[in-house]
Nanobody, 127 residues
């Protein structure tokens, strides 16, 4: 069992930055790859980025490339998502997820391959 707790959400102006964090705990939590998904009101859950448990591979949705950076710190049992140049369309609840699998770039976007999920943190981009 792995528990995930997100933090760092909030209100930010367009063009601003936020750093989300996901704290992982539980049996072998460090050996799980981690991903970030988001869900805006009235929309389906959308994949954002994924990193494997060693940090050697990371993948990004097209909407995140060049603006978001995912990183992992196994000493602290955390995974972070640094979001720069935020836009109003980035507003959503952001969820952290964990997978025991070594995902390929094609698999990373599939929510069904993640076994554990956090409760989410709200990000609002507005002036």
């Amino acid at each position: 069992q792995v528990q995930l707790v997100e933090s760092g959400g909030g209100l930010v102006q367009p063009g601003g930055s936020l750093r989300l964090s996901c704290a992982a705990s539980g049996h072998n939590a460090n050996f799980y790859g981690k991903g970030w998904f988001r869900q805006a009101p009235g929309k389906e859950r959308e994949w954002v980025a994924t990193i494997n448990w060693t940090g050697s591979s990371s993948y990004y949705a097209e909407s995140a490339k060049g603006r978001f950076t995912i990183s992992i710190d196994n000493a602290q049992n955390t995974v972070a998502l640094l979001m720069n140049n935020l836009k109003s369309e980035d507003s959503a609840v952001y969820f952290c997820a964990a997978t025991p699998r070594e995902l390929t770039a094609e698999e990373a976007a599939s929510a069904t391959l993640y076994d554990y999920w956090g409760q989410g943190t709200q990000v609002t981009v507005s002036s």
